[in-house]
């Protein structure tokens, strides 16, 4: 009978044991799925951080260069207002001084300029510095360019003008002219060059 009951004891035990190291192995599988499924959920949210990190940036590069394509758009648009408002003004150094005239285009040609100024302004909050460099020196360049007919037309409203006068004109104005030239040629490639930049750098990021 004693035999019986510690036969039914130790199989109780055992069975007690054995619930127990089952639950105990149960419980740290599920644990370890767990922790593996938190892992695999963190690495997913790393990764999506990090796609959408690159896509805002992405979206940040274009944005730029909307921006400076605009900015670089407005300088030259504004240089060629100038230009044309300065050819006007030179129109009136091949007719008889009209004082009236005179204040006209000069006042408009005068805006003109002054818009392209505050345009390279932009171009250098834009940037990058070598653009910004280049189109300062291409607003100076129109800027430089009023002052010959400025100056003859002031000269002509004083009376007729000399043989040397009028040569001294035409070559200042040749010479600002041509310099007009230069530096739009140089800011052109560099402003390009700075929107392609940014473009090369948007695709590498996808």
């Given at each position: 009978m004693t035999s019986t009951w510690m036969t039914t004891a130790i199989a109780i035990v055992g069975t007690l044991l054995g619930s127990a190291l089952t639950a105990f192995v149960t419980a740290r599988t599920e644990r370890r799925k767990n922790e593996a499924l938190e892992r695999q959920q963190i690495r997913q949210e790393a990764a999506q951080d990090r796609t959408a990190l690159r896509e805002l940036r992405v979206e940040h590069q274009k944005w730029r260069r909307d921006r400076r394509q605009a900015a670089y758009k407005s300088l030259m648009d504004a240089a060629h207002e100038a230009q044309g408002a300065i050819w006007?003004?030179?129109?009136?150094?091949?007719?008889?001084?009209?004082?009236?005239?005179?204040?006209?285009?000069?006042?408009?040609?005068?805006?003109?300029?002054r818009a392209t100024r505050q345009a390279a302004n932009t171009v250098e909050l834009e940037g990058p510095a070598?653009?910004?460099?280049?189109?300062?020196?291409?607003?100076?360049a129109i800027d430089q360019h009023i002052h010959p007919p400025i100056q003859y037309l002031m000269e002509l409203s004083?009376?007729?003008?000399?043989?040397?006068?009028?040569?001294?004109?035409?070559?200042?104005?040749?010479?600002?002219?041509?310099?007009?030239?230069?530096m739009q040629r140089r800011f052109v490639p560099l402003a390009r060059?700075?929107?392609?930049?940014?473009?090369?750098?948007?695709?590498?990021?996808t």
């Open positions: 006007q003004l030179s129109r009136l150094t091949l007719e008889p001084y009209d004082q009236h005239r005179y204040d006209t285009w000069r006042g408009a040609a005068i805006d003109a300029v070598a653009v910004a460099q280049a189109g300062a020196e291409y607003a100076e004083r009376g007729p003008l000399t043989g040397e006068q009028k040569d001294r004109y035409r070559s200042s104005a040749a010479e600002t002219g041509l310099h007009v030239d230069d060059a700075a929107l392609d930049e940014l473009m090369d750098e948007a695709d590498q990021r």
